[in-house]
């Protein structure tokens, strides 16, 4: 928390001369938090903190509090001289102990030297140099004591830096010296300059080799070569020179600062807002503020903020101005106070006696100019005043003590007044008040030939040809209308609590401007349209300044608003100024201040601290993890437990430190920027695995954004049951188990099946055993007894029956083919012959059975060895493809050689029988019912069938896969 020394500030680079008044200062001092009032030195970091060298140690300030360094923290000594920061944001401590660094981690101390450091300063390659009984540098790992002139004894009393890096110095009785490309050269400067004892230097940023040099004895400028003392009304000793954004030059002495421009040369001091104590120091900021460090009385901010006040401290018996006018003499303004009138004019404040002994005379309430130049003068209680010729004249004798709250003079140059027993018009001639309505009035505006509106505590009442009634307009009624002005065609309404109401006197429309618009309040106390367009507007918490144009609220590019109550109808332009009546005294405002350049705030991370909820033995326990701001420039990994984020920041804006607000957002989480918010933290809790940029931005309070934005990255890994090898993992050991599960039910299937299959066939073998046994018992009986009593029945014929003897023979035949054809039948429906090798061999032995009494030479070659079993259906029709194609080659081949081979080749059963006969046309042959025949069994078994046939034999082959022997 800091105070404010005075609210007084004048426009420096605009007006060349001034009022009298006192400068803005804001002062911190031990009060405020500095660990010491003796401040020596002043810096800033990369972060925009600012850093203060006192005599008790070492102060870090970030526009709201200090944080402060000593011995007990690491510091070398207490007792501070120097400061500076180089490009690596570190800080360069100077004390009477010698060099030390501050890292932001930790302080670290130099071995030499051991003596006083008195002026610091760095270059561009990461070098610092410093005096202290001669000067010194050092790149952080070695330190050198230089020698520029080759002089063992040579004094260095100054050390500077220059807008263009270079590094100077000031050597007693030499001159001056600057470093270039690692190279000193000497300035060529008058012979003069040895004579001097050059405190401090500066090399002019807008004079092209101008350099200006502080000594004991004043202030000289060298320029062309030339050494000329200058401002001889500095003759106190100097001690520091800073140029600011402007050009203008800033000094610091042993009594007070002074400030030069060339407009003028004002010194700062303890009459004017400043202090008598010697500067030690004078710094500008990057927001271009400008720092004083004083000998006893801490540390002070200057700024210029646009307005200038006038209130005790300037003669003024009373701060409580209630209005104001021009006077009748040139040049001067009128001010009311309730501690009697008083006249502003050439820098002085003088009262005025109002001849009444009345006390209620002294509080002037009005102040009013009628065209004529007189001086109207209402008071509560103490009746009306009218000052004219030098003299003051009463109007109201003979009634009432009336309270006067505003006056007016219409087009008619009748003069309007209203008061606590209502709206009168004078009459001159008469020399008396007319009453014209009863109804009191607080503010009174003439919109046209006797048309006049009073605001009232209930609305705008119209009076028209000394006629009252409510003015129509819906929204205003009930609105109490504390002051009222006509701009073009716009009728303006300022209220209490509502705002500014502006009505369209065309269309009647109407519009409504707030504090949510900009406006420092709703209580609407003066307006005025200035001589350059500007409408100003005096609220119950300060000033604003409205577009004419587009009547929206022009923003103070700075932030910074003067929070103060302005008085009802009190304000008045005079020359380039606009006055306001306040409770603070009279507050100046120049009606077009330069447009300052927007400074924009800075902000950047304190720490992130992550917490994680734990159970232990049945208790909860809060364990935190503490990141700093070092330990942000890389991606913080944190374990998925510890998803609980407290992240602190601090937005830097020294110029205003009240209107810092910030925006931030999670990237990964937040779309968008926060609302602004005044809290500098914020929490996450419980936030789900993933990665993460945390942003997070200052804006000012009139939106402003900072110039950075500050982020870090962190990344939750996920728990070990959300990450992506786990989910595959599940995925695949859920497949698995799938997999496993219908294998386990086909396998489970599949058993049963083989098992009832396995039934079933056994069932199957004993049916087909049985039925073998039987068929064979049965049939074969039958058959070998008709072929017994065919041979008798044979025997019983004589000889010369020989046709009898024939059918006889044709019965025994075809009982004898019919019992071969039952052997088949027979073998098939024996279970022991469902394998591979049976079935060859049994097409083997048919074909040695077919052959065996004929002039064909069967053979086989049978090179499979497997006991495949066959189903009864495959076997069966393996066996009548060949039997056809075995019976066929006997038949009608007329071969010599036959021949039956079985192979297998890559799971495939391959069948052949060759023939060397005549052959036949294949083509042909497929209409016949033989062929068709195996053709068909062929296809019914899912074997392919291939013949081959010509003049030098036939071929017929059948491939069978083993996985169809299989089924």
């Given amino acids: 928390m800091y105070k404010t020394t005075v609210f007084i500030i004048f426009f420096l680079f605009i007006l060349g001369k001034g009022f009298g008044q006192r400068y803005n200062f804001q002062q911190f001092d031990i009060e405020d938090g500095l660990p010491q009032s003796q401040v020596t030195a002043i810096t800033q970091d990369q972060q925009r903190r600012l850093w203060v060298a ?33 490009e690596n944001n570190e800080l360069f401590i100077g004390s009477d102990k010698g060099l030390g660094k501050y890292s932001g981690k930790k302080f670290y101390s130099y071995k030499e030297p051991k003596n006083w450091v008195s002026k610091l300063t760095t270059d561009d390659h990461g070098h610092t140099y410093w005096i202290s009984k001669g000067l010194f540098r050092t790149d952080g790992k070695k330190t050198t004591q230089l020698n520029i002139t080759k002089n063992p004894n040579e004094i260095v009393t100054a050390l500077k830096r220059d807008a263009l890096g270079r590094i100077w110095v000031a050597i007693y009785d030499q001159g001056l010296y600057y470093l270039d490309n690692d190279q000193w050269h000497k300035a060529l400067l008058d012979i003069k300059i040895k004579d001097l004892i050059v405190t401090d230097l500066l090399i002019d940023n807008t004079s092209s080799g101008k350099i ?57 001091n303890a009459k004017n807002g400043f202090t008598d104590n010697e500067v030690r120091d004078i710094f500008k900021d990057a927001e271009n503020n400008i720092w004083l460090g004083t000998e006893g009385a801490g540390l002070y901010k200057f700024s210029n903020n646009g307005y200038v006040t006038f209130d005790e401290s300037q003669g003024l018996k009373n701060n409580m101005v209630m209005s104001m006018a021009m006077g009748p003499k040139p040049g001067e303004i009128w001010l009311g106070t309730y501690d009697g009138l008083f006249v502003h004019q050439k820098n002085t404040i003088t009262k005025v006696t109002i001849p009444s002994a009345d006390e209620d005379a002294k509080k002037v309430n009005f102040l009013f100019n009628d065209s004529k130049k007189r001086v109207w003068m209402g008071t509560v209680g103490g009746g009306i005043w009218m000052y004219q010729n030098a003299q003051f004249k009463r ?15 219409d087009s008619q140059k009748r003069i309007w007044l209203s008061t606590n027993y209502g709206c009168y018009t004078l009459n001159f001639a008469q020399k008396k008040l007319d009453l014209v309505t009863e109804t ?21 009442v119209l009076i028209q040809n000394r006629k009252t009634s409510p003015l129509k307009i819906k929204a205003l009624t009930g609105l109490s209308v504390l002051s009222m002005r006509k701009i073009r065609n716009f009728i303006f309404f300022g209220t209490a609590d509502n705002g500014l109401m502006i009505w369209n006197m065309s269309n009647g429309d109407l519009r409504q401007v707030t504090t949510k618009d900009g406006l420092a309040s709703d209580h609407i ?56 009546g306040t409770t603070k005294g009279a507050i100046v405002f120049y009606s077009n201040p330069a447009l300052a350049v927007p400074r924009k705030p800075y902000v950047y991370l304190n720490a992130v601290s992550v917490m994680s909820q734990t159970r232990q033995k049945g208790d909860q326990h809060e364990v935190q993890t503490i990141y700093k701001e070092q330990q942000m420039n890389q991606t913080i990994t944190l374990p998925f437990s510890y998803n609980h984020l407290n992240i602190s920041f601090t937005g830097i804006y020294l110029t205003n430190p009240e209107a810092v607000r910030y925006q931030y957002r999670l990237i990964g989480l937040d779309s968008k920027f926060s609302q602004p918010t005044a809290i500098a933290s914020v929490n996450y809790n419980s936030l789900p695995a993933g990665k993460y940029t945390f942003e997070v931005q200052a804006i000012t309070t009139v939106g402003i954004t900072s110039a950075n934005t500050a982020a870090f990255e962190f990344e939750i890994y996920p728990p070990y049951y959300q990450t992506a090898i786990f989910r595959i993992f599940i995925v695949c050991l859920i497949l698995i ?32 055993k049985q039925t073998a046994e039987d068929f064979h018992d049965d049939l074969g009986n039958k058959l070998t007894r008709i072929s017994v009593l065919s041979e008798v029945l044979s025997s019983m014929l004589g000889q010369n029956e020989t046709e009898k003897k024939g059918i006889i023979q044709k019965i025994k035949t075809n009982v004898n083919e019919l019992y071969l054809g039952t052997k088949d039948i027979l073998w ?22 077919m052959f065996n009494d004929t002039d064909v030479h069967f053979s086989a070659g049978i090179a499979v060895d497997r006991e495949d079993l066959l189903p009864l259906e495959l076997g069966r029709n393996i066996l009548m493809v060949f039997k056809e194609a075995i019976h066929n080659a006997l038949k009608y081949a007329r071969a010599t050689e036959v021949s039956f081979t079985a192979t297998v080749n890559h799971e495939i059963l391959e069948l052949k029988l060759k023939d060397n006969g005549n052959g036949f046309d294949v083509d042909a042959a497929k209409h016949g019912h033989g062929m068709n025949n195996m053709t068909v069994r062929a296809e019914r078994i899912k074997a392919r ?21 299989n089924f």
């Fill in 525 to 580: 106390y003066s307006i005025m349209l200035d001589k350059k367009g500007v409408i100003w507007i005096g609220t119950g918490r300060g000033v604003n300044r409205l577009s004419a144009k587009y009547f929206n609220v022009i923003k103070n590019t700075n932030g910074s608003t003067l929070l103060v109550e302005c008085n009802q109808n009190a304000i008045l332009e005079s020359d380039d100024n606009v006055w306001f």
């Fill in 737 to 768: 188990l799938i997999a496993i599960t219908i294998y386990t039910i086909l396998y489970l299937n599949e058993r049963q099946r083989k098992l009832r299959l396995k039934i079933k066939l056994e069932e199957q073998f004993k049916i087909r």
């Fill in 828 to 849: 098939s429906l024996d279970p022991k012959n469902d394998t591979l090798n049976e079935l060859l061999n049994h097409i083997q032995e048919f074909g040695h059975e």
């Fill in 212 to 268: 200006w040099l502080l000594t004991t004895t004043g202030v000289f400028i060298a320029q062309n070569g030339k050494v000329s003392k200058a401002y001889p009304e500095v003759k106190n000793r100097c001690n520091t020179i800073i140029q600011d954004e402007k050009g203008y030059i800033w000094l610091g002495t042993n009594k007070g600062a002074w400030y030069i421009s060339p407009h003028q040369t004002i010194h700062f």
């Fill in 54 to 86: 006192t005599l008790g140690g070492l102060s870090c300030f970030n526009g709201y509090q200090f944080s402060n360094y000593s011995k007990t923290n690491g510091l070398k000594s207490n007792f501070i001289l120097s400061l500076v920061t180089n």
């Fill in 395 to 409: 109007i109201d004798k003979n009634e009432h003590p009336l309270a006067c709250n505003t006056m007016l003079e």
């Fill in 440 to 460: 009191p009035a607080i503010s009174l505006l003439e919109i046209g030939r006797d048309s006049i509106i009073a605001g009232t505590q209930n609305g705008p």
């Fill in 945 to 965: 069938l291939e013949v081959i046939s010509d003049q030098t034999g036939t071929t017929i082959a059948l491939y069978v896969k083993f996985s169809t022997l």
